[in-house]
């Protein structure tokens, strides 16, 4: 089962103004066969999967860890996107008239489907607009060639998103993609840990990938003043211990690349406290969550009133 919290893993800026293009580009590190649908649904059926998980559990509940945090990863890339897709709004505005064709002119390279199928908010594509698929899942049941796949994934993962960077400076997607930088090395470490045990390879010697370290951005050096590039979370209220002793010891220098208050890897046994979500204002011409959604409010009131009582 899954619980869910409502929060994202940090908070993200609002971006200055509505970015169609940088909105588009992001979409792949969601819906793209590297983005982070795919590394979250290839370890959540893994994890489903899992054939002799009794006498494995360090390794079934890193995977099952990592997993879980994947969802929320999924949640801070649909938030940048839907950042860039709105910027600074007033709260709700009946003066757009849907009469007026307003969106006829949407800004160059906008992708349509975020005004047409969502109302400006991100969708389970790639930037090309094509729909994620589960032919990205690679589940083989082999323990070594899973871990295997994993890290390449994580570092394939990262290969787009120095890419991405590269593309936008929205503050938003930066954030975003600063925090994800260390997370995803934070993953691509722990593979190459669970490999190294399993195997006596130092898998840990091939990172990163590319060899540019996240110290350089400064969105991801300000998570690692934090430690967040040491620390692995718990994602349950009681479960999924059993993978603490895959994570400690030294990190290597390259690794912490001397920032951070500690070169320990650490367990933490709780979730990320995390941030606040953005507010998305109605958009009316939108018809999100409504075109005159004052009913809506009103019914949405009494139920408030309800669960107080
Ligand atoms: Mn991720
Ligand atoms: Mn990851």
Known sequence: MFLRIDKLP??????????????????????????????????????????????????????????????????????????????????????????????QNLPGGSFSGHYVASAQTALPLDSRGMPWTGDYVFSSGNLILDLLHNFFLENGARTQKLRVYQMTDNPAARMMLGYLFVRGGVHAMAYAKALQELTGVEMSKMLPIPNVGNQIFPEAKRFMEGDLHLKLYRFSPDDYRECSGLWSGTAPAAYTEGIGSTDQFQFIDAPPSGGDLAHLAGIASSFAPNYAPEEIFEIAQKLYQKAKD
Not at 78 to 83: E, V, Y
Request: net charge negative; charged share 20%; hydrophobic share 40%.
């Open 10 to 103: 940090v908070e993200l800026p609002v971006s200055p103004n509505i970015d169609p293009i940088a909105a588009r580009n992001v979409q792949e590190l969601l819906g793209g066969r590297f983005g982070e649908m795919s590394t979250l649904m290839n370890y959540t059926f893994q994890s489903f999967g899992m054939r002799g998980r009794d006498k494995i559990r360090p390794f079934y509940a890193l995977i099952s860890n990592i997993a879980a945090e994947e969802n929320g990863h999924i949640e801070i890339v649909s938030a940048a996107i839907n950042s860039c897709l709105n910027g600074p709004r007033t709260e709700f505005d009946p003066a757009h008239d849907p009469e007026s064709a307003h969106w």
